[in-house]
């Protein structure tokens, strides 16, 4: 979309060539492909050819178009749009002294629309012990309590498989939860009264 004011001056927002510019490049700077920035630019006969200084005009849609108004100061529409000020400083470089602008002027404000991809570590391969295997109940006298008996300690692995994880071989074995009342008929009047 071109806009322009009634002198004829074209108001698009534009990139400024620097050395070493390409229009691929300046393409890849804003988040759009090469042949938009092409088709935002039919004034350029050689894409492959860029001077220092010329003007590559970039589509209006990357940004809001923001007119000024009484009081306002790049300062504040930056404020506003809530856009880092020295970012939309650089993407105005119609301004010929950014601490002064005036009412009417166009002041183009950088969109955010970059999204962020999340990223995933991979997790080690971990060897986790079957939580019940090995456990027995023992039967007291009785025969109304049970203590549960853990299993072995496994031995510690003279060479472990992985390196960066030191304590493969020592599981770590959960505890059943004793019952609400452990205490029976035969328990001393301590241990009976300790649990009451």
């Not at 490049?25 to 804003?30: E, G, L, P, T």
């Not at 894409?47 to 010329?54: A, E, Q």
């Not at 601490?99 to 995933?120: E, M």
């Not at 549960?148 to 994880?165: E, I, K, L, R």
Request: aromatic share 8%.
């Amino acid at each position: 979309m071109k806009i322009t004011i009634p002198g004829g001056h074209d108001t698009r927002p534009y990139h400024v060539v620097k050395q070493g510019d390409t229009m691929w490049k300046i393409a890849r700077m804003h988040g759009i492909t090469l042949q938009q920035l092409i088709d935002e630019n039919p004034q350029i006969q050689d894409p492959n050819k860029l001077t220092v200084g010329m003007k590559v005009y970039l589509p209006t849609s990357l940004f809001h178009r923001h007119v000024v108004k009484a009081g306002e100061t790049l300062w504040t529409i930056a404020q506003k749009y809530h856009v880092d000020f020295q970012e939309l400083k650089a993407a105005n470089p119609q301004l010929t002294n950014p601490d002064v602008i005036s009412p009417g002027d166009i002041i183009w404000v950088p969109k955010h629309t970059v999204s962020v991809q999340p990223s995933y570590l991979p997790l080690p391969d971990l060897d986790i012990p079957d939580m019940n295997q090995g456990w027995q109940l023992e039967s007291n006298n009785s025969g109304s309590h049970h203590h549960p008996t853990p299993p072995a300690h496994p031995s510690h692995p003279s060479h472990p498989s992985h390196p960066h994880q030191p304590h493969q071989g020592y599981p770590i074995y959960l505890y059943p939860v004793w019952p609400a009342h452990p205490w029976h008929e035969g328990c001393c009047p301590y241990c009976r009264k300790s649990w009451i």
